[in-house]
């Protein structure tokens, strides 16, 4: 036998679809300069975003014969475009990443999805007579102040209606307080100065909330000062009910100031900081940030996602991440983040922070932070560790519908849909979307369905259903419905109609009577939710698997609440304004 035979029979055959070949050659056309790649699928949606040092080697890698992981496997078979641009360097292609993220929220991209929102306090001084308010989102701006995250349990609701009642304060919405002809009852009961109606001047009203402002913004000192001197005046004009009304909201202050006058001796220079560390399982990435305020431990935040979303270096994905989650107006930034990463993430990290509204540091951690930065890889450990022996991860539910559909991949986004309708009148129907496990409520919709003259008409309801939703795009990977076999063979022959083949499932229950030694015990019945599969023999019972089944029955429910919400609401205006039935099909 010839070398050159013995040499063609070593090498292995190209399995490379054409497409892929294709991508390869307009990949080795890109400039070997920094920038942000975007991959597009077969409807010329962006379904990934990608940052890259050398645009053309990064790019490249996706299409050529080099070793891929399962998450780059997959994505490229999905691929059938991309596009690019060009930045002047890393940082600014680790910025542009993120704003493309944002705002095409690709499939393959990880996204943020925030465990925990804190108590923050809020001035709006571009308001005429500001008034402190409570919020949990936070969105900045010019003249707005934020005061916090202050943590968990710490009563700052309380401590707001007390500061309120205390110095007289507006606490009514700006809508009621322009619209305001005369004082309101706040005014009577001495609770308010009634700014709405010139009761008091800009300049003494200022004064007040100046006060109530340093419980926040300072030691809370003054405050404190200024009410004790009030209540002692009150005692001696023998006014001792109101005397005794400010000793008791002095209580209130007091225990809050002393929470927030504790210190830790070892970072007693650094009052904001993060410490973030991450841990790398078997099956999923647990990363945990503690935030620490004013010097003392405010509490942490826990994000996971699973190993198969990493398309790039674990470091490199993390530090994506966090980037994307100091990008949201969530959280107070800190002066100082900590990680265990290398100097090069630390720093590419930190020439993003710039981008923000507040100068940021990243480093590694100096000797007076190992305690806090092995304490936090431990959280992050343990979160795991907890989350899997109690079957929470909502990775190990959807790779369990992965494999029961036989699924090259695990699906990412549901949908799930129920209709409601009573005797064939005002029918209404939901969208509920979950994304990884867990509601993408911006995604939800209510439909309006036509009344028919013949009534109940579930063939013609889903197929006006699909043919609406079909006309939106971006369909899930997996449909679930309300009901049995019935339900999932109507809704899969009005998709064929549509050519489309995405998976359906059926979620039911069933009555299932349990035995005793062997004998039927009628008073022993459980319902059981099942998870009914075309082509399976016997419906999946769903308490087989805790995470499937947590995100199923979660979204059949959420699906109920929100088309009978509607359907209520359609009734009442069908039945009190006695409306005819609905002839036109309104917008979604």
């Given at each position: 036998m010839s070398d050159s035979v013995k040499d063609n029979q070593k090498q292995p055959s190209d399995k490379r679809s054409p497409i892929t070949l294709k991508m390869e050659e307009k990949a080795r056309l890109l400039p070997?300069?920094?920038?942000?790649?975007?991959?597009?699928?077969?409807?010329?949606?962006?379904?990934?975003?990608?940052?890259?040092?050398?645009?053309?080697?990064?790019?490249?890698?996706?299409?050529?014969?080099?070793?891929?992981?399962?998450?780059?496997?997959?994505?490229?078979?999905?691929?059938i475009d991309f596009d690019f641009l060009i930045t002047e360097n890393d940082a600014e292609s680790f910025v542009l990443e993120n704003n493309l993220i944002k705002k095409h929220t690709p499939k393959y991209n990880i996204r943020l999805k925030d465990d925990k929102s804190y108590p923050y306090v809020v001035i709006n001084t571009n308001e005429q007579f500001p008034r402190l308010e409570f919020i949990r989102r936070v969105k900045r701006g010019k003249g707005i102040e934020v005061f916090g995250p202050f943590v968990t349990g710490s009563n700052v609701w309380e401590v707001i209606s007390t500061?309120?009642?205390?110095f007289s304060l507006r606490d009514c919405k700006l809508t009621d307080f322009k619209a305001r002809k005369e004082p309101c009852l706040l005014y009577q009961m001495k609770q308010c100065t009634a700014p709405c109606v010139g009761k008091i001047s800009v300049s003494d009203y200022e004064k007040d909330l100046f006060l109530a402002r340093d419980m926040f913004s300072g030691t809370g000192a003054k405050?404190?000062?200024?009410?004790?001197?009030?209540?002692?005046?009150?005692?001696?004009?023998?006014?001792?009910e109101k005397a005794a009304q400010l000793r008791d909201n002095l209580v209130v202050l007091i225990d809050f100031a002393n929470k927030f006058k504790q210190s830790n001796a070892e970072i007693e220079n650094e009052h904001n900081i993060d410490i973030v560390a991450y841990?790398?399982?078997?099956i999923e990435i647990d990363i945990s940030l503690y935030m620490m305020r004013n010097g003392i431990l405010l509490g942490h935040k826990?994000?996971?996602?699973?190993?198969?979303?990493?398309?790039?270096?674990i470091e490199d994905t993390v530090n994506n991440f966090l980037f994307q989650y100091y990008s949201t107006t969530y959280d107070s930034l800190p002066e100082l983040v900590i990680t265990h990463f290398s100097q090069e993430a630390n720093a590419l990290l930190e020439s993003g922070m710039q981008t923000l509204q507040k100068e940021i540091q990243v480093r590694s951690p100096q000797k007076k932070f190992d305690s806090l930065i092995s304490l936090t890889r431990e959280h992050a450990f343990e979160q795991q560790r907890v989350r899997m022996l109690h079957e929470d991860s909502v990775y190990v539910g959807?790779?369990?519908?992965?494999?029961?559909?036989?699924?090259?991949?695990?699906?990412?986004?549901?949908e799930c849909y129920d209709v409601a309708i009573f005797q064939g009148t005002s029918p209404t129907a939901s969208q509920i979307v979950f994304h990884d496990g867990k509601p993408d409520k911006k995604k939800y919709r209510y439909y309006h369905l036509e009344e028919r003259p013949e009534g109940n008409n579930d063939f013609a309801m889903m197929k006006e259903l699909i043919t609406r939703?079909?006309?939106?795009?971006?369909?899930?990977?997996?449909?679930?419905?309300?009901?049995?076999?019935?339900?999932?063979?109507?809704?899969?022959?009005?998709?064929?109609e549509f050519g489309i083949a995405i998976p359906v499932v059926g979620i039911a229950k069933s009555k299932v009577v349990r035995t005793k030694n062997g004998f039927k015990n009628e008073d022993i019945k459980k319902s059981?939710?099942?998870?009914?599969?075309?082509?399976?023999?016997?419906?999946?019972?769903?308490?087989?698997?805790?995470?499937?089944?947590?995100?199923?029955?979660?979204?059949?429910?959420?699906?109920?609440?929100?088309?009978?919400?509607l359907h209520h609401k359609e009734e009442s205006k069908r039945v009190f304004n006695k409306k005819g039935p609905r002839k036109k099909k309104p917008v979604i």
């Open positions: 070997t300069l920094p920038g942000c790649y975007l991959m597009k699928n077969k409807n010329d949606q962006i379904i990934y975003v990608g940052k890259a040092k050398n645009l053309r080697s990064r790019v490249l890698s996706y299409f050529n014969n080099s070793p891929k992981n399962a998450k780059t496997e997959i994505l490229v078979t999905h691929i500061l309120t009642k205390c405050t404190i000062k200024e009410l004790e001197k009030r209540m002692h005046a009150f005692a001696e004009n023998e006014e001792f841990y790398q399982g078997e826990n994000f996971s996602f699973s190993n198969i979303e990493i398309v790039e270096d959807l790779n369990k519908l992965k494999d029961l559909l036989g699924l090259r991949e695990r699906p990412v986004v549901l939703r079909s006309d939106n795009g971006n369909l899930p990977d997996v449909f679930i419905v309300d009901g049995g076999l019935g339900q999932v063979n109507i809704f899969k022959e009005a998709l064929k059981e939710e099942r998870l009914v599969i075309p082509g399976r023999s016997n419906p999946y019972m769903l308490n087989s698997n805790r995470s499937l089944f947590k995100i199923i029955v979660q979204m059949r429910d959420e699906a109920h609440r929100f088309s009978r919400k």
